[in-house]
């Protein structure tokens, strides 16, 4: 395939992203995860649209085909295959976006890869007065950087499928490629072979596909002169491109963007702060490799940075002050030692003399202190009455957790979860299930299952786009 800067005896100089991606990150051995590149779900018709819109606001005046945003173009049905599983519809006068949609749904990968891959073949996507030459070869199939393209293969939706088919074909049969993952292989650095190789272990099923499509590795000159073209005429610039534009556009090519604003809401809603690259690339990994989204959700609510946040936010708000460091080391290792939970610490604050003092020093203001804080209400005076005279006989630690443990007070904290984490109110329905799942299985069994819902992960990539 055309892919090392030369195209039809053209110099192709890709435009530049807004913020171009550290090459510094480019791993010649795994440039994309295979959960990244065979997924057709990452990206709707209607997202690919948008993109392809916020790539060329407004196309150049020509009397050529429309670029990409407004191209239109027909295509002849397809059936399945062992390559392509699902049937290609084809269909007459389609927008670009719904043939490439089309396309990706057909034979299972990324839409994300499929526009990625045109942009570095012959600058489609941001092209404003893109030619009906460019659009024949739009995939750069079929189309070896030692000889002149195949015909045969020409058109946009011809070109789509056949490349998307073609990154299937190798790993179902994986003895007719000169590349496979999972051993070393040697990687020329151009076509020229004077030029050399070098050794690559290449890591993954979609990294192998991507050198069985564009033979070349990019050496350090290729990488160090971002998207340009460098003055070493050894250096090839296809996969270095591949990488670099779906970094730019669609952020880590190793972690998909649902996976990462995921992360990001978590860290937000469970620690109060954003995470940097590395807890990011982390925990986005976990999510890559199988691991279960309430999984990552306990990772996080058990670990000794939000024990510290609920024994810190103890302090403040039940006893009105700073913790003390011997004392906040001491409820932190009864946390991990499994004798308390996060959410007992304000429990246990409620029931010591510090906090009765500070609540107004009477069993009547002090009721009324714990209704407020536990359930969120104003206690009745009969309440306060009944629960005055339980504390007076049998302490006031005992009356704590009578209410604590209350159906009422599950449910309530069961409310604060759904404001905080899914950002709306929970219905009776869910109060009353959650509210009974937290007294059977305890607040941070709960709080992981609420984040790891479908629910929260969806509105994670609404917060985090």
Same mark, same amino acid.
């Given at each position: 395939m055309a892919a090392i800067g030369v195209v039809l005896g053209l110099v192709f100089v890709p435009a530049p992203a807004a913020?171009?991606?550290?090459?510094?990150? +480019?791993?010649?051995?795994?440039?994309?995860?295979?959960?990244?590149?065979? !997924?057709s779900s990452l990206t709707t018709e209607a997202g690919i649209q948008h993109f392809l819109e916020s790539k060329v606001p407004n196309c150049g005046a020509t009397t050529g085909p429309a670029c990409l945003k407004n191209y239109r173009a027909d295509s002849a049905p397809r059936s399945a295959d062992k390559y392509c599983k699902l049937p290609y519809p084809g269909g007459?006068?389609?927008?670009?976006?719904?043939?490439?949609?089309? /396309? #990706?749904?057909?034979?299972?990968?990324?839409?994300?890869?499929?526009?990625?891959?045109?942009? %570095?073949?012959?600058?489609? /996507?941001?092209?404003?007065?893109?030619?009906?030459?460019?659009?024949?070869?739009?995939?750069?199939? #079929?189309?070896?950087?030692?000889?002149?393209?195949?015909?045969?293969?020409?058109? +946009?939706?011809?070109?789509?499928?056949?490349?998307?088919?073609?990154?299937?074909?190798?790993?179902?049969?994986? &003895?007719?490629?000169?590349?496979?993952?999972? /051993?070393?292989?040697?990687?020329?650095?151009?076509? %020229?072979?004077? =030029?050399?190789?070098?050794?690559? +272990?290449?890591?993954?099923?979609?990294?192998?596909?991507?050198?069985?499509?564009?033979?070349?590795?990019? !050496? &350090?000159?290729?990488?160090?002169?971002?998207? #340009?073209?460098?003055? &070493?005429? =050894?250096?090839?610039?296809?996969?270095?491109?591949?990488?670099?534009?779906?970094?730019?556009?669609?952020?880590?090519?190793?972690?998909?963007?649902?996976?990462?604003?995921? /992360? %990001?809401?978590?860290?937000? &809603?469970?620690?109060?702060?954003?995470?940097?690259?590395?807890?990011?690339?982390s925990w986005g990994k976990a999510l890559m490799g199988g691991m279960a989204s309430g999984h990552v959700a306990g990772g996080f609510v058990g670990s000794d940075e939000f024990r510290l946040l609920k024994i810190d936010e103890a302090y403040r708000s039940v006893l009105g002050r700073e913790p003390e460091p011997a004392g906040r080391l001491g409820w932190l290792n009864g946390i991990r030692a499994g004798t308390l939970t996060p959410d007992d610490v304000s429990r246990v604050f409620m029931s010591t003399d510090e906090y009765f003092l500070r609540s107004g020093g009477t069993m009547e203001s002090y009721v009324a202190a714990v209704y407020e804080r536990i359930l969120k209400r104003t206690a009745a005076s009969n309440e306060i009455a009944y629960w005055a005279e339980l504390a007076h006989a049998h302490g006031r630690g005992t009356i704590v957790n009578l209410i604590w443990f209350s159906t009422e007070t599950a449910r309530a904290r069961v409310a604060d979860m759904y404001n905080v984490y899914l950002g709306r109110p929970a219905s009776w329905d869910e109060l009353v299930g959650w509210g009974d799942t937290a007294l059977r299985v305890g607040d941070t069994a709960t709080r992981s299952a609420i984040l790891g819902s479908g629910e929260y992960w969806v509105r994670s990539m609404n917060r985090f786009p």
């Open positions: 913020e171009a991606a550290d090459v510094q990150n +480019f791993n010649p051995g795994y440039i994309i995860d295979d959960a990244l590149f065979y !997924n007459n006068n389609q927008l670009a976006s719904t043939i490439i949609y089309n /396309v #990706a749904q057909a034979c299972n990968i990324n839409p994300q890869v499929l526009l990625v891959t045109m942009q %570095k073949e012959r600058g489609l /996507v941001t092209d404003v007065v893109p030619t009906n030459g460019d659009y024949n070869v739009t995939m750069g199939y #079929a189309c070896p950087d030692t000889a002149l393209c195949d015909t045969r293969y020409y058109g +946009f939706a011809n070109q789509l499928y056949s490349a998307a088919r073609q990154f299937n074909v190798y790993p179902a049969n994986r &003895d007719l490629f000169r590349y496979d993952s999972g /051993v070393m292989n040697t990687i020329q650095w151009h076509p %020229k072979a004077a =030029c050399g190789s070098s050794q690559v +272990f290449i890591q993954n099923d979609a990294t192998a596909a991507l050198y069985n499509y564009t033979p070349y590795r990019p !050496n &350090d000159a290729a990488l160090n002169a971002g998207y #340009a073209i460098s003055a &070493d005429p =050894c250096s090839s610039y296809g996969n270095r491109n591949f990488w670099m534009y779906f970094t730019d556009w669609f952020g880590s090519t190793t972690i998909s963007q649902p996976a990462q604003a995921f /992360v %990001k809401s978590v860290y937000q &809603d469970v620690l109060g702060r954003q995470p940097g690259n590395a807890e990011i690339g």
